[in-house]
């Protein structure tokens, strides 16, 4: 058995043989197919920039639609407004900051129809516009004063002042408490 190099075997159990680099290889698949050892790193979803847009909103009037694309900066130019709540889906007090719904609706012109609020799941959830003014109901882009990942129920998170009123603990408020907002549809 010239040029074999003997130093690449090990020995498993009953005496079977098996090579180095075969262990090796499948050892670093493995590692490869479960992220490997910075698993965490390549892992964690990063929280959305200033620039990227994290909501489409979309237009029905008439046989027209119309698209209104928001950035993080475009929400955060809006009016910041937040509150303490507990939560049924976290543990503890969450401090949400966001813009409220209705100053979203208001800076967009929108007075009328119906909203058919989406999540990156492909949730629906309808909310009359004329329920709005009365629903306190937040667009949180930040949880506990950092933004919120997808992972984290993020990057929006339509949340309300649960503990604030009976009112907001019912299963239809539960409802509209939509994570991971992407996309509201203005219809009439």
């Known amino acids: 058995m010239s040029g074999f190099d003997h ?8 005496g079977d043989m098996v090579k180095l680099w075969t262990i090796l290889a499948c050892f ?3 590692l490869a197919w479960s992220g490997g050892a910075g698993a965490t790193d390549r892992q964690a979803e990063p929280c959305p920039t200033a620039l990227d847009v994290v909501l489409q909103v979309t237009f029905e009037d008439g046989s027209a639609r119309a698209a209104r694309a928001l950035t993080m900066a475009d929400l955060m130019a809006l009016p910041r407004s937040g509150f303490f709540t507990t939560t049924i889906w976290s543990e503890g007090t969450q401090h949400f900051q966001g813009v ?6 208001g800076a967009l012109d929108v007075t009328e129809g119906v909203l058919t609020l989406s999540a990156l799941n492909e949730y629906l959830i309808d909310i009359p516009v004329a329920e709005v003014d009365e629903s306190d109901a937040l667009i949180a882009y930040e949880r506990n004063g950092a933004p919120m990942s997808a992972r984290d129920k993020g990057p929006l998170w339509m949340v309300f002042p649960y503990d604030r009123d009976l009112r907001f603990q019912t299963e239809t ?7 991971q907002m992407d996309r509201i549809e203005v219809g009439r």
Do not use: C, M
Not at 173 to 179: E, G, P, T
């Open 7 to 14: 130093s690449a075997l090990v020995v498993i159990g009953g």
């Open 173 to 179: 408020v539960f409802a509209l408490s939509v994570w």
């Open 100 to 105: 409220w719904l209705k100053d979203l609706l």
């Open 28 to 30: 670093t698949a493995l």
